[in-house]
């Protein structure tokens, strides 16, 4: 079971963080992968690590944030691949900020990048698994898509929209078999937040609110990804995972 020999995956924001981490659950469960994000030799790392594992792998330098540059990256993985039978967004950025105090540049830049960057990629793979007749989204949403968190404003709307987004998706390509579904962590130590994990004063308060007491390791999240994009997950649809360690409960 959770097997995805020989599928294809496009991982945007695989060259670090829980897209680094799925490529490389991904590759242990059979499939060859495709990674994106700006910065090339992280690319490179993740990609050299997957061929280590006996798939293969491609490095592409995108920006999901522009339209053209995610077009791009479509064609490329289909040139090398001929197919995308998952796609996994998990290009993201974070910033925290009081709405009041937000300006127009920082508001764009987080929306731009996590709910146009999703759509853009969402819509490219899409008409490709329309055609395929099969594929599989996951994206990373956010436990701040669904709260209120104080100071995280716009990227809570942007991942509000991002499980919105995903729930129309399903249902709009149900009948193609493309399944679209997100998964939506509690803190998990990336780069993302390392900074505010490692604040002596807010880093425990956050570790507080965590039932485990701990943020999650990367390495936690390949499993879920792995089990979603697998066809043990076939009826699966629609759906927000949470994974928090516990935070979600309270
Ligand atoms: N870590 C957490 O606790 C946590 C919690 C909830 C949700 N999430 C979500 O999970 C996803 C992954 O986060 P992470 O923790 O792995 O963050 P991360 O370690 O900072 O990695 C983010 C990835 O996104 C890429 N990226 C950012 N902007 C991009 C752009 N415009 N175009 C292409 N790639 C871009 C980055 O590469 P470049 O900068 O090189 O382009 C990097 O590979 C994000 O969507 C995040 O919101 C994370």
Not at 110 to 121: A, P, Q
Not at 209 to 218: E, L, Q, S
């Amino acid at each position: 079971m959770f097997r995805l020999d020989n599928k294809i995956a496009l991982i945007t924001g695989g060259g670090r963080g829980l897209g680094r981490a799925i490529a490389l659950a991904f590759a242990d469960a059979g499939a060859h992968v495709a990674v994106a994000s700006r910065t090339r030799e992280q690319l490179d790392e993740v990609a050299e690590a997957i061929r280590a594992k006996g798939r293969r792998a491609l490095a592409v330098e995108a920006d999901v944030s522009d339209s053209a540059s995610v077009a791009q990256m479509v064609v490329a993985t289909r040139r090398e691949f001929g197919r995308v039978d998952i796609l996994v967004n998990s290009a993201g950025v974070g910033w925290a900020e009081k709405l009041a105090d937000t300006s127009d540049e920082t508001w764009e830049w987080i929306i731009k990048t996590n709910l146009y960057g999703v759509f853009y990629c969402c819509r490219d793979v899409m008409r490709v698994m329309i055609e395929q007749k099969s594929g599989n989204i996951i994206n990373l949403a956010s436990v701040a898509g669904v709260k209120g968190p104080p100071g995280l404003g716009a990227y809570a709307a942007s991942k509000g929209g991002v499980i919105a987004m995903t729930k129309v998706l399903a249902l709009e390509n149900a009948r193609y078999n493309v399944r679209v579904n997100a998964i939506a962590p509690g803190y998990f130590r990336t780069d993302l937040n390392a900074a505010a994990l490692d604040d002596p004063e807010l880093g425990p308060k956050i570790v507080k609110r965590i039932p485990m007491r701990r943020a999650g390791k990367p390495e936690e999240i390949g499993g879920l990804a792995v089990y979603l994009a697998s066809d043990d997950a076939s009826f699966v649809t629609g759906e927000v995972y949470f994974i928090t360690g516990g935070e979600m409960a309270q």
